[in-house]
Nanobody, 119 residues
Framework: QVQLVESGGGLVQPGGSLRLSCAAS????????MAWYRQAPGKQRELVAR???????VYADSVRGRFTIARDNAKNTVSLQMNSLKPEETAVYYC?????????????WGQGTQVTVSA
């Protein structure tokens, strides 16, 4: 059974930093692209950052230069380092895994971790 478990969320002041981690189990981690999404109250879930199985990264324009996604295939983890956080980035952050197989896409979501940016 695939599990994605996020950790590292919490309350941080504007301009502060936070590091999220996602531990994956029950899957061949290195074959999956991994991503972080976020969903603020009343808004749609949006992509924050993505890292391919080969290590290529993609960032939302709003976070590029401030956030860094990284993966550790030996530990089956993906992290998101978030710097210079803004109040509007308050949201639930979700870990996401996907891969495309011959029979179709395969994807999984974590349960999410709350990030609150407030003074």
């Amino acid at each position: 059974q695939v599990q994605l478990v996020e950790s590292g969320g919490g309350l941080v002041q504007p301009g502060g930093s936070l590091r999220l981690s996602c531990a994956a189990s029950g899957m061949i981690f290195k074959t999956f692209a991994m991503a972080w999404y976020r969903q603020a109250p009343g808004k749609q879930r949006e992509l924050v950052a993505r890292i391919s199985s080969g290590g290529d990264t993609v960032y939302a324009d709003s976070v590029r230069g401030r956030f860094t996604i990284a993966r550790d295939n030996a530990k089956n983890t993906v992290s998101l380092q978030m710097n210079s956080l803004k109040p509007e980035e308050t949201a639930v952050y979700y870990c996401y895994a996907e891969r495309r197989m011959a029979w179709g896409p395969e994807n999984y979501w974590g349960q999410g971790t709350q990030v609150t940016v407030s003074a």
